[in-house]
């Protein structure tokens, strides 16, 4: 499946950080059609694979969609992604920050 997901720019209303999710555009959700799980920075990345499993009333093509996009944006970030599909996620944590190591 062909990702959606796109690197939001800064806005006017500020770093993406400090903006409203209601102002970011659909292409910098995992699940843009449910815009869930924005994808910002590398933390929201990891936690986006953290909670991957916990996103309810999901279809598996929507899963697939959500996979494809936080592996774009893991890739942008520079956040490793060991997982290959999107059914072997939930499995261990994703907690693990390089940064703190």
Known sequence: MKATWRKPRKTAHGDLDTIDRKDLP????AFPDQRKEPLTD??????????FDQVKDISDEERELAF??????????????AESSWQ?????????NPAND
């Open 26 to 29: 659909a292409s910098a959700y």
């Open 42 to 51: 590398p933390t929201h990345v990891r936690t986006g694979l953290a909670r």
């Open 68 to 81: 494809a996009n936080i592996k774009r944006a893991a890739e942008a970030f520079g956040v490793e992604v």
């Open 88 to 96: 072997e996620l939930g499995k261990r944590p994703h907690t693990r």
